[in-house]
Structures are given as structure tokens and as C-alpha cells.
């Protein structure tokens, strides 16, 4: 660490590093004292902490704040020059390695589960600095911080993804295992049960086949969400194109489904391939858990409301199905996240398709918007700013 001239001229030197001769005889104790005096009034370490790319803040010997950068006093609240560490945090675990630290010298790191004012998981560093003046307002220890929590979180849904994952792959898996040991074993001459066998295990094979496909699909736009897309998608095409898909899947279930769109062209920044995925998946949810005899409505909205751009365009899809309750709502993009798992299932659900919904929305820097009321309906919205120009 560069430090600047004490006033009285000479640079400040190091405890390990200083030399005795015995030509130019010294008192030790009174040279101690002025490197510390020149360290602390040195402005060079404040400037050193505050461009740290982590929250740091210095303590004097007892333990009181000399100084703590930004980020520091964005982290907590209380960190203020002047006031002791234990306002910053009372974790018996902290407290002790502050002490081992200014005792041995040795750098030490302890991790902090804060729980005030919200939770969090916290790693501190605690170091010490080459000054050893029990003189307040001296510089003694370097102590840095680091928030692990959104890396905590990542990697909490990372284990709970392979699990969800492993847990919807194994049960078919389990299930065609089953039937073919049958039909090798006590089926093998039956020729009903070997037929109505076959008819499961295709389900079977159609459902792990959804399944490993929605994965994929998720795991690609996930790698691309940073990537804002450059092509121009008019949003009548493509509602017009997912609608003509499903109309036939909507009439076989019974179920009514309309289409209005915008007036002239409805041009969006987007992926037309991403963008008729986030429409085709939610129309399929509108007809898979709707109302039997019930309809899908789907609409292109220009909004009132103004954006980056200008305008917004609405993707609007609603169904008068038996609605979701409010305790579901903000969990509904989780991956796996059923309101209903064995409905999801016997419609051939994947748990996949509103994450999915969700990142695609984030690539085009798109509002998804849910609301829905028991009994009446439930109706998804996605918000894009609207450009000039034509496909």
C-alpha cells in the first residue's frame, strides 16, 4: 500500500520491515508512535478502501470505525465513522475473529447469517494492518465484506432444478420399466394387455420427450437473456399463426378461442421464434386449465402507457377458467412450481412452460403481468415497448 510522507518527512515504515543501527540510535516506542500518527493522518488508505470493489471499513485498536467506504454504508445502516463495530454486527463469531485477528495478526474470514433487517449471508475478511498504536482513531484492522446471498439463492434453485429435473424424468422412467418387465414376463402372450400397455408407455415416452424439450428450450434462453434480440416481430403475426395452431387442440377440449388484434401493424425488438413460444405456451395454459365448454381470448393491445420506446403493445390471453388463488400468484414462473400437481400432470404439464414464459419476457425487456380471481378467470399480460417500422 503506497503511503504518503509523514509530516515530519520521512515515510511511514512497517513494523516487520524496520532495522536497527547502531550508528543512528533510536527510541522505539517513540518511532512507533510517529508512524502511526503519520499513518493515520495519511489520506492515501482512505482513498485505497473507498475504490475497494468490495464493502470495506478500517478499525482503530478499540474497535471503533476509522473509516468505511460506500459500499459499507449502503450494506448497513449504521456504519458510521466514530461508532463501534458491534453497531455493524453483533455475531459472537465476527466479534471473536475481531479479536483473534488484533491478538495474532493473522487474517481470518467468518461467515454472518444476518436476519435484521432482512436476511441475508454475509463472508467478512478481516486482516490486519501494519500499525500496532492502541491509540484511537489509528488504523488497525482492514475488515471486508461480501454479500453471498444471491449466490446462496442460485445456488439453492441450481440443487432444486437437478431435483425437480431427476424427480419428473424418474417417475416415467420408473413407469416404462415396470410395463416392459410385464411384457416380458406375465404379458408377454396377452394380447389386450399388451396393447393397452404399449398406449401407456407412448404416453409415457411423449411426456419425458415434452419434458426434456422444455428443459432445453429453458437452458437456451436462460444463456441468451443477456442478449437483447435486434429482429422486428409484428405481434398480430404471430398471435394470427399460434392461434390457426391451436385452434384444433382448443376445439377437441371444447373450448372457444378468439383473437383480436391491434389496428395496423404491431411491431415489437424481438425473436420471432422466442416471442411465438411465450404466445403459444400461454394460450395452451388458457385452454389446458380453463373452463370445460369455457374460452381462451387473446389480444394485442396497444397501451397507453409509454415506454423506452414510445408506446407499449399488450399480448393479452384470458381464459374464464376456475382462476388461481392469490397465494400461488408470485411462485407461478418457479420452475416445477404447480398450483396443482396432479392436474398439471394429467394434462401434460411440465412445470416449465411460465418459467419459460418468464426469461423470454426478460430477454425482450418485456413486463409479464398475472392477475387472477377464483371463480372468474385468470389473465396474462406481457408488456413490449413498440418500435417504428415493418417486418
Same mark, same amino acid.
Given at each position: ?8 518527512? !520521512?515515510?511511514? /515504515? ?11 540510535? #533510536? ?6 508512535? $510517529? ?8 489520506? +492515501?488508505?482512505?482513498?485505497v ?8 471499513? #478500517?478499525?482503530?485498536?478499540?474497535g471503533?470505525? &476509522? ?14 465513522? !466514530? ?12 466479534? $471473536?475473529?475481531?479479536?483473534?485477528? %488484533?491478538?495474532?495478526? @493473522? *487474517?481470518?474470514? &467468518?461467515?454472518?447469517?444476518? *436476519? &435484521?433487517? +432482512?436476511?441475508? %449471508?454475509?463472508?467478512?475478511t478481516?486482516?490486519?494492518?501494519p #500499525? ?10 482492514? #475488515? ?5 446471498t444471491? %449466490? ?6 441450481? +440443487?432444486?432444478?437437478? $431435483? ?16 416392459? @418387465?410385464?411384457?416380458q ?18 404416453s %409415457?415416452?411423449?411426456?419425458?420427450? *415434452? ?19 435486434? !429482429?422486428? +416481430? ?11 395452431? =391451436? ?12 383473437? /383480436?388484434?391491434?389496428s395496423g401493424?404491431?411491431? &415489437? ?13 400461454? /394460450?395452451?395454459?388458457?385452454i389446458?386449465?380453463? *373452463? ?16 423506452r ?36 400432470r ?14 423470454? $419476457? =426478460? ?29
Open positions: 500500500m503506497p503511503i504518503e510522507p509523514s509530516r515530519s518527512g !520521512g515515510p511511514f /515504515v512497517p513494523i516487520s520491515n524496520r532495522s536497527s543501527s547502531a550508528s543512528a540510535p #533510536v527510541d522505539a516506542d517513540a518511532k512507533m508512535g $510517529a508512524d502511526a500518527a503519520a499513518f493515520a493522518a495519511s489520506e +492515501v488508505w482512505r482513498h478502501v473507498d475504490a475497494m470493489a468490495d464493502a470495506a471499513l #478500517v478499525l482503530d485498536a478499540n471503533t470505525v &476509522v473509516h468505511a467506504n460506500a459500499l459499507v454504508r449502503e450494506m448497513f445502516a449504521m456504519a458510521g465513522t !466514530g461508532q463501534p463495530i458491534s453497531l455493524v454486527s453483533r455475531h459472537p463469531d465476527f466479534l $471473536a475473529a475481531l479479536d483473534r485477528v %488484533q491478538a495474532t495478526g @493473522e *487474517r481470518s474470514s &467468518v461467515g454472518l447469517r444476518e *436476519r &435484521v433487517p +432482512v436476511e441475508r %449471508q454475509l463472508s467478512a478481516i486482516a490486519a494492518l #500499525v500496532a498504536s492502541p491509540a484511537p482513531g489509528v488504523p488497525r484492522l482492514l #475488515v471486508t465484506f461480501r454479500d453471498l444471491e %449466490q446462496e439463492k442460485l445456488e439453492q434453485m441450481r +440443487v432444486d432444478f437437478i $431435483a425437480n429435473a431427476s424427480h419428473e424424468l424418474r417417475t416415467p422412467l420408473a413407469s416404462l420399466r415396470g410395463y416392459v @418387465e410385464t411384457l414376463g406375465a404379458a408377454s402372450n396377452d394380447a389386450a394387455a399388451r396393447e393397452r400397455f404399449l398406449g401407456i408407455m407412448w %409415457q415416452t411423449i411426456r419425458m420427450t *415434452r419434458l426434456v424439450d422444455d428443459l432445453l428450450s429453458l437452458s437456451r434462453i436462460e444463456m441468451r437473456t443477456h442478449i437483447a434480440p435486434s !429482429g422486428v +416481430v409484428d405481434l398480430n403475426s404471430v398471435a394470427t399463426f399460434v392461434c390457426q395452431t =391451436l385452434e384444433p387442440i382448443a376445439r377437441g377440449q371444447n373450448v372457444k378461442l378468439t383473437l /383480436v388484434g391491434a401493424p404491431a411491431n &415489437v425488438r424481438g425473436e420471432r421464434e422466442e416471442i411465438v413460444q411465450l404466445v403459444q405456451n400461454l /394460450v395452451q395454459n388458457a389446458k386449465y380453463g *373452463r370445460d365448454g369455457g374460452s381462451a381470448a387473446v389480444s394485442i393491445v396497444r397501451s397507453s402507457e409509454r415506454g420506446l414510445g408506446s407499449r403493445l399488450s399480448v393479452i390471453v384470458r381464459d374464464d377458467g376456475p382462476g388461481i388463488p392469490s397465494q400461488h400468484l408470485p411462485r407461478l414462473t418457479e420452475r416445477f412450481y404447480r398450483v396443482s400437481v396432479s392436474t398439471s394429467e394434462k401434460g404439464g411440465t412445470g416449465l412452460g411460465l418459467a419459460i414464459v418468464k426469461h423470454i $419476457a =426478460l430477454r425482450h425487456r418485456a413486463d409479464l403481468r398475472i392477475h387472477s380471481e377464483v371463480g372468474v378467470g385468470s389473465t396474462f399480460t406481457v408488456v413490449f415497448d413498440e418500435i417504428e417500422g415493418r417486418e
